[in-house]
């Protein structure tokens, strides 16, 4: 905490107090300072329903797309090329006749599919690789610092645009490891300055004292304090996943032809503009939008109920 | 001791503002410095004199004149090695050429003499012909051109086939090309408008990997200037030397740009002038005052083209033709090309060799195709697919990620042959390859002057056979074809022809796609009388008649 400095009129000011008066002043900073958190709770708490319903949302849609849809996502309404929004088709078609709600329902179970599997791949080789250059010793620990900086000192998308390049067949899980691959970096990063910051702390030199094992100064120490400062990771990871997936179909690079998500359909917007189809262009990019949004939300209210006080994040 | 202020005070403390350091004094005056400096400088700012008006000069004005075509993306620019686009036929001229209706006449030569007994050719070369660096052109350019696309064993042109017929070239003097055959050949003529290359330039150079072809030297209306590849732009000027008539263009910028999107937005941005595009991105431009649509009628054909090397058509080669009845063409035609172009059911459509239509044998319908699957012994599986002997009826299909055309048809071709119990998985890929194992491609091929065109293409172990297509009754059919002089036999050898391969088929034709031309208001000349070849190539045959005015 900043130390507070005075000038000599306000040091004139002050006086002797009573224990009294300090106690009240103490219940009055406390009410005060509850009565906010607790406003800053009912915010989150609003935010984060919103969002779970919102989310809810768009995974039943993908999961019950049978069910919903009205029309085969593969079939080509070639009598109804280019329709804008109506009653037949909700979300109106792309310029081959395929009617764009079906292909957004049918699509999302790719999309966070990818999402997840690459939010979980990423997530798991930054926590490894970044605690790992922290608490391993001398040469482990700089090999794997280096092997940080290097894969760092290339933008993300240009990895995977290399690695799928290389990969002739790709599918979800293909696409998903590429993705998580190649946006571990930062998160990496992120802890292993949290890992050494806890290192210097006296209950990790007293658990050196008894010699305890890397794993259990993990399990007990690290990952209780770590886990409450780096749980924005995995919404930050989904995001990045479901961005890069989208990015990649649309470079071409994505899910094959025939197979659907997101990305694809976010791909003919290119070809939309031309045409002045504006729901091509406007409905994906609302729904990646929103699932992105969401899941942000949602983290962003878990890691304010989790908040630690000594964290430097 | 704990110390507080009073609380009537608290509120009447005015915060203290915070002392500026030395550094932030040093930005702040700095700032003020520069902001003051500006300001004085804008205050005594001195009216600018007067910029005398330079008068355009006639670099500019040729600048102004000249044409920007958005075309395709290109390699090499060497009528041998790029025989279906547009560049070479710009800068290289032929010994013959093709007029706007597809005859032959004269180009390089003035005049030409056949004699049938002895099968030779005796060419008469124009005076005063001149390479684009000014060396004379001769006979013995012409010699060298036609030995190194006949004779040379280390450069194998994709063309080669169609001058197998040629036994020898000789100049007799200067002026004077004889070219002797070991057998009459009725589609040559049309086969020596190929381009002439310069002896003296390439007689020590390896063909194939010469700088020339990335700036070539011809006789033809444009001269090469430059090729810009990080812009993908290619400068031609005009030949002002040129023997013929010199056109009214006198610059032509030669964009790069494959993708057919692309293509469409240099138009709509004011970068290009003139482009090909498919039909879907032209129609836009149909609503557009400030652009005019030029719509040319093709032999361009759209096929899926299997590849005879793979083991699964040399398994199920039988089962090909009965495709035809799976996939609605009228359906590919008013939705993928919106209606301009037209069925295709014969390789030779454009020729009409065929009037009657009698060969027209595979009409839309699913209920031949499942008797015919039934009769070459298919069954339907538990997944819908067609099975035999325990294979599924799937295969691969190779279509080039940037025609976005051609992907539309194969994405709608592939969703009615799923419909009909075949699988066909649609992937997207850079470039061509046929060496990578894909069991079809999506293809494109256009025989626009004469139906010999197809023999270096169906005929078994040609030059540009490159889907090892092998069927005896049609080499047989097309040779005959190529040595037949009288034009009706021709023609029955022809309908015979059509009749064969659309038993056996190499591809299942889909669509002929229309040659839609958008450019700018302001340029007149463009014919669409004509008949346009692959990638609807061949529109700048009179480009001597184009004006322009922006």
Redesign the interface.
Known sequence: MAALKL?K??LS?????SEE??RQ?NAEIHTHSVLKHLSVRQQAGLSQKLALFLLGLIILLCVAAPLICTHDP???Y?SH?NESPGQEFWLGTD???RDLFSLLCYGGRSSLLIGTIGALCSCALGLIIGIGSALFPRYVGVFLQRLIEICQSVPSLLWMLTIAAFIPRRDELTLALIIGCCSWFSLARLARAETLQLQGASFMEAAASFNSSVFLKIRLHLWPRLVSVLNFAPAAAFNQALLAEAVLSFL?LGL???QLSWGCVLSLS??AL??NAWWVIVFPGIILLVTMLTMTLLCASWRIEHKRRCSNL | MAFIMHKDKVNSVKPVPRCASGFDLIKLVALCSCTGLLFVSSCFRQEPAEIPSVPVTAAQEDLNSGLVFAGEGVLSINPLINVHDELPGLIFSGLLKHDLSGKVVPDLCSSFDYDPNALRYTFHLKDGVYWHDGTPFTAADVVFTYQKLCFDQSFISPARSNYLDIKNVTATDPQTVVMELSAPNAALPGYLCIGILPEHLLKDEELMTSFFNQQPVGTGRYQFKEWDRAAGRIELVVNAAYYGKVPAIKHITYCTTADESNKSLLLRSGKADLAWLNAEDAAWFRTQAEFENIDFKTADLRTISMDFRTPFWQRNRDSIAPLNYAIDKDALVQSVLSGRGIRAWSPLQPHKVNASHEIDIYPFSLDKFHAAMASLGWVKGADGIYVRNGERFSFSLQVREYEAERVALAQICASMLKDAGVEMRVQLVPHFDFTAGYNACLYGIAAQYDPDQYYSVLVSGMSDNVSGYSNPEVDTLLKQGRRELDPIKRARIYQDFELAFSHDPAFIPLVYIDGNYVSINGLYGLDDRMLLGHHAAGVFRNVEEWTLSR
């Open positions: 000038d009129n306000e000011l002050l006086r002797p107090c008066e300090l002043l593969t079939k080509f070639l090329l310029s081959l006749g071409g094959p032809l025939e290119g070809r031309q045409h």
